[in-house]
């Protein structure tokens, strides 16, 4: 079994940050790609930031420069460092691993955290 929990969500005034945390744990050989997806109401999920797990980095256009995705291997964690905060990047925040164990054969599948709230709002 492979659990992803996040934490650091919150409510936030605009133009303030906030840093959420994605730990992955369970039967974990090697993970992957990382990153973090977010839905907001009445919208459909939509890629915000992946991180492999050499470094390279994928953003969302309209994301760049005020967000950043890190991740540190060694505690199977990676991070989303949001800046400058708007009240449009209220959404609830996945985490989202592919993550590469051995059952009765290997396998490579993606796994998802519960989610976190983000709330923007003054």
């Known amino acids: 079994q492979v659990q992803l929990v996040e934490s650091g969500g919150g409510l936030v005034q605009p133009g303030g940050s906030l840093r959420l945390s994605c730990a992955a744990s369970?039967?974990?050989?090697?993970?992957?790609?990382m990153g973090w997806y977010r839905q907001a109401p009445g919208k459909e999920r939509e890629l915000v930031a992946t991180?492999?797990?050499?470094?390279?980095?994928t953003y969302a256009d309209s994301l760049k420069g005020r967000f950043t995705v890190s991740r540190d291997n060694a505690k199977n964690t990676v991070y989303l460092q949001m800046n400058s905060l708007k009240p449009e990047d209220t959404a609830v925040y996945y985490c989202?691993?592919?993550?590469?164990?051995?059952?009765?054969?290997?396998?490579?599948?993606?796994?998802w955290g519960q989610g976190t709230q983000v709330t923007v709002s003054s």
């Open positions: 989202n691993a592919n993550i590469v164990g051995l059952g009765s054969y290997w396998y490579e599948r993606p796994y």
């Open positions: 991180i492999t797990s050499g470094g390279p980095t």
């Open positions: 369970g039967s974990i050989f090697r993970i992957n790609a």
